[in-house]
C-alpha cells in the first residue's frame, strides 16, 4: 500500500514503480534519514502533538532499524518506492500503529530536503579532511625542496627560474581555497528545512529550532516554499566540486608532461604507472590521466543540477529526485581522486638534476639580465631591448647567457662588468626575489611556516550526526 494510495482507485504500473523509485540511489541516506526521524519524533513528543509514550516507541524502533542496517540486516523494497516510505514501512512492521504518528506535521518533501543537506554535510567534511591531507603531503615535500631549481613557465615556454617548494605551495594555495571554499559553502548547507512541511509549513505546533539544535545545524530556512525547493546548497557543493576536479587536472595535466622523455622532471612510481600491451618499452601516467578524465565527470554532475533546476517552478517537483545520483557521484568522484592523488604524489621522484639543467637553459635568467642593467642606471625599456638582442645572438651562436664571454656581453652594453655572472645565477636569480610570496628559500620557508599554522588550526566542524 502507497503511503498516498487513498485516492487512487488502480495501482501504478509495474514499469511506473521501478521508474518512479529513487531507494537504489537514496538508500545512501538511510542513516540521516532515520537520525532525522528520530529527532523530529521526540520533538513531537516534547510538544505534545503525540504521546511521549508513542515518541519513545518510534525512536527506539528507529535506532533498532539503524543498528540491524549497520549490521546489513535491512533490505530495501523497490516497491516501497523512496528511503523515507521503505523505513516507515519498516518501522510499521516492527511496532504496529505507532510508527504511523510519526510523519504528523512532515512532508516526504521537508524530510528529503533534510536528508541532502545532512548527507552534504558529512561528505564535504570528508573532502575538506581528504583536502588537508594532501595539503599535509605537499608541504613536506615543499620542505625538502626550497633550494631545488626549475624553469617556471608562461605560455609553456621558460619563462623565470624559480624552485620546486615554490610550485608546490602554488598548489597549496589553490587546495587552501578549496577547504575555504567548502567552509563558506556548509554555512548556506547547514540550515534546518524540516519543518517547511509539503511547501507551506503546517499547523501542527512544532518546535524547529529544537530540532535544529538536536540534528546539529546552524538555524532553520526562513521560508517554506524555498525550504522545499532550493537545492542551491547541492550545486554549490559541486561547484566547489569542480573546482577541486579542475586543480587536481591541471596538477596532473603537469605531471603528465613532466614524466615525458621531453621533461624527464618526475619519474612516476611503478605502483602508480601502467604499460603496453603492445610497446614494451611503455610507462604511462595512467592514474594523473584518469583523474584528469574525471575531472569531466563531475562538472558533468554540476550540469545535470543546473540543467534540472533552471525551470522548474516552486515549490517541490518530482525532477527534484534525480539531484542525488548527479550530487553523490560528484561527492565519489573527488573524494576518490584526492585520495589516489595523495598517495601518488608521494611516491612521485622529483628529478632535480633534470629540473636544475633545464632552469639554466631557455634564458630563464634574462629578465636579471635587463635588471641588471637597469640598477646601472639604464631605463628598463631600453634594458629590456638590450637583453632581447642579447638574447638574439645566444640563439644564433647556440650559447646561454652564462656561456658569453665578458668581452661579447659588453659589446651590447659597456656596463656588464666581472658580477654579471653572480647576477645570472640560478641561486642568485631565486634568492632576490625574495618578497613575501616569491620564489627565495627564506620566502618560501617562511610560507610553508605559516601554511603550517593555519593547517593545524583547520578543525572540522562538530556534529551532533552520530
Same mark, same amino acid.
Not at 533498532?64 to 518506492?81: M, N, P, S, Y
Not at 617548494?165 to 534546518?192: P, V, W
Not at 601516467?285 to 543546473?306: C, F, M, N, Q, S
Not at 634568492?431 to 605559516?450: K, T, Y
Given at each position: 500500500?502507497?503511503?498516498?494510495?487513498?485516492?487512487?482507485?488502480?495501482?501504478?504500473?509495474?514499469?511506473?514503480?521501478?521508474?518512479?523509485?529513487?531507494?537504489?540511489?537514496?538508500?545512501?541516506?538511510?542513516?540521516?534519514?532515520?537520525?532525522?526521524?528520530?529527532?523530529?519524533?521526540?520533538?513531537?513528543?516534547?510538544?505534545?502533538?503525540?504521546?511521549? $509514550?508513542?515518541?519513545?516507541?518510534?525512536?527506539?524502533?528507529?535506532?533498532?532499524?539503524?543498528?540491524?542496517?549497520?549490521?546489513?540486516?535491512?533490505?530495501?523494497?523497490?516497491?516501497?518506492?523512496?528511503?523515507?516510505?521503505?523505513?516507515?514501512?519498516?518501522?510499521?512492521?516492527?511496532?504496529?500503529?505507532?510508527?504511523?504518528?510519526?510523519?504528523?506535521?512532515?512532508?516526504?518533501?521537508?524530510?528529503?530536503?533534510?536528508?541532502?543537506?545532512?548527507?552534504?554535510?558529512?561528505?564535504?567534511?570528508?573532502?575538506?579532511?581528504?583536502?588537508?591531507?594532501?595539503?599535509? $603531503?605537499?608541504?613536506?615535500?615543499?620542505?625538502?625542496?626550497?633550494?631545488?631549481?626549475?624553469?617556471?613557465?608562461? !605560455?609553456?615556454?621558460?619563462?623565470?627560474?624559480?624552485?620546486?617548494?615554490?610550485?608546490?605551495?602554488?598548489?597549496?594555495?589553490?587546495?587552501?581555497?578549496?577547504?575555504?571554499?567548502?567552509?563558506?559553502?556548509?554555512?548556506?548547507?547547514?540550515?534546518?528545512?524540516?519543518?517547511?512541511?509539503?511547501?507551506?509549513?503546517?499547523?501542527?505546533?512544532? @518546535?524547529?529550532?529544537?530540532?535544529?539544535?538536536?540534528?546539529?545545524?546552524?538555524?532553520?530556512?526562513?521560508?517554506?516554499?524555498?525550504?522545499?525547493?532550493?537545492? @542551491?546548497?547541492?550545486?554549490?557543493?559541486?561547484?566547489?566540486?569542480?573546482?577541486?576536479?579542475? !586543480?587536481?587536472?591541471?596538477?596532473?595535466?603537469?605531471?603528465?608532461?613532466?614524466?615525458?622523455?621531453?621533461?624527464?622532471?618526475?619519474?612516476? @612510481?611503478?605502483?602508480?604507472?601502467?604499460?603496453?600491451?603492445?610497446?614494451?618499452?611503455?610507462? /604511462?601516467?595512467?592514474?594523473?590521466?584518469?583523474?584528469?578524465?574525471?575531472?569531466?565527470?563531475?562538472?558533468?554532475?554540476?550540469?545535470?543540477?543546473?540543467?534540472?533546476?533552471?525551470?522548474?517552478?516552486?515549490?517541490?517537483?518530482?525532477?527534484?529526485?534525480?539531484?542525488?545520483?548527479?550530487?553523490?557521484?560528484?561527492? @565519489?568522484?573527488?573524494?576518490?581522486?584526492?585520495?589516489?592523488?595523495?598517495?601518488?604524489?608521494?611516491?612521485?621522484?622529483?628529478?632535480?638534476?633534470?629540473?636544475?639543467?633545464?632552469?639554466?637553459?631557455?634564458?630563464? /635568467?634574462?629578465?636579471?639580465?635587463?635588471?641588471?642593467?637597469?640598477?646601472?642606471?639604464?631605463?628598463?625599456?631600453?634594458?629590456?631591448?638590450?637583453?632581447?638582442?642579447?638574447?638574439?645572438?645566444?640563439?644564433?651562436?647556440?650559447?646561454?647567457?652564462?656561456?658569453?664571454?665578458? $668581452?661579447?656581453?659588453?659589446?651590447?652594453?659597456?656596463?656588464?662588468?666581472?658580477?654579471?655572472?653572480?647576477?645570472?645565477?640560478?641561486?642568485?636569480?631565486?634568492?632576490?626575489?625574495?618578497?613575501?610570496?616569491?620564489?627565495?628559500?627564506?620566502?618560501?620557508?617562511?610560507?610553508?611556516?605559516? /601554511?603550517?599554522?593555519?593547517?593545524?588550526?583547520?578543525?572540522?566542524?562538530?556534529?551532533?550526526?552520530?
Amino acid at each position: 500500500m502507497k503511503l498516498w494510495g487513498g485516492r487512487f482507485e488502480k495501482k501504478t504500473a509495474e514499469e511506473v514503480d521501478d521508474f518512479h523509485s529513487s531507494i537504489l540511489i537514496d538508500c545512501r541516506m538511510v542513516r540521516e534519514d532515520i537520525l532525522g526521524s528520530i529527532a523530529h519524533a521526540r520533538m513531537l513528543g516534547r510538544q505534545g502533538i503525540i504521546p511521549t $509514550e508513542d515518541a519513545e516507541k518510534i525512536c527506539t524502533g528507529l535506532e533498532q532499524i539503524l543498528e540491524d542496517v549497520r549490521q546489513g540486516k535491512v533490505k530495501f523494497r523497490v516497491d516501497a518506492e523512496d528511503i523515507h516510505t521503505n523505513v516507515e514501512s519498516l518501522l510499521t512492521e516492527r511496532i504496529g500503529e505507532t510508527a504511523k504518528k510519526l510523519h504528523t506535521g512532515r512532508s516526504r518533501n521537508d524530510q528529503v530536503a533534510l536528508d541532502v543537506r545532512m548527507v552534504s554535510m558529512k561528505e564535504t567534511e570528508q573532502i575538506r579532511s581528504l583536502l588537508a591531507a594532501l595539503e599535509s $603531503e605537499l608541504l613536506s615535500i615543499a620542505e625538502e625542496n626550497t633550494k631545488t631549481y626549475m624553469p617556471g613557465y608562461t !605560455h609553456l615556454q621558460k619563462a623565470q627560474p624559480i624552485t620546486l617548494a615554490h610550485y608546490l605551495l602554488a598548489y597549496f594555495e589553490m587546495f587552501r581555497r578549496d577547504i575555504e571554499r567548502l567552509k563558506d559553502c556548509q554555512k548556506r548547507t547547514n540550515i534546518l528545512p524540516l519543518g517547511s512541511g509539503a511547501l507551506a509549513g503546517t499547523t501542527w505546533p512544532l @518546535d524547529r529550532k529544537w530540532v535544529a539544535d538536536a540534528l546539529g545545524f546552524d538555524g532553520i530556512t526562513k521560508n517554506s516554499l524555498d525550504g522545499v525547493s532550493d537545492r @542551491d546548497f547541492a550545486i554549490e557543493a559541486l561547484c566547489c566540486c569542480s573546482v577541486i576536479m579542475m !586543480h587536481l587536472s591541471r596538477f596532473c595535466e603537469e605531471l603528465i608532461l613532466w614524466s615525458t622523455d621531453e621533461f624527464r622532471f618526475v619519474e612516476m @612510481d611503478d605502483s602508480y604507472s601502467t604499460g603496453s600491451s603492445i610497446m614494451p618499452q611503455k610507462k /604511462n601516467p595512467d592514474v594523473a590521466e584518469l583523474i584528469r578524465g574525471k575531472t569531466g565527470r563531475v562538472y558533468g554532475d554540476l550540469i545535470t543540477l543546473l540543467t534540472m533546476m533552471k525551470g522548474l517552478p516552486l515549490a517541490y517537483n518530482k525532477d527534484m529526485q534525480e539531484d542525488k545520483e548527479a550530487l553523490f557521484d560528484g561527492f @565519489d568522484t573527488v573524494k576518490q581522486c584526492l585520495h589516489i592523488f595523495t598517495d601518488m604524489i608521494s611516491t612521485v621522484t622529483f628529478r632535480k638534476d633534470r629540473m636544475e639543467q633545464s632552469a639554466l637553459s631557455g634564458f630563464s /635568467n634574462a629578465t636579471d639580465a635587463a635588471d641588471y642593467l637597469a640598477r646601472k642606471g639604464i631605463p628598463f625599456r631600453t634594458a629590456h631591448e638590450i637583453t632581447g638582442r642579447l638574447v638574439l645572438y645566444c640563439i644564433r651562436e647556440n650559447k646561454a647567457l652564462l656561456d658569453l664571454r665578458l $668581452e661579447e656581453l659588453q659589446s651590447f652594453s659597456s656596463l656588464f662588468g666581472e658580477d654579471i655572472y653572480e647576477a645570472l645565477s640560478l641561486k642568485t636569480c631565486v634568492n632576490q626575489r625574495n618578497l613575501p610570496g616569491g620564489p627565495a628559500p627564506e620566502a618560501v620557508q617562511d610560507a610553508i611556516r605559516q /601554511n603550517k599554522a593555519w593547517l593545524s588550526s583547520e578543525t572540522l566542524p562538530e556534529t551532533c550526526r552520530g
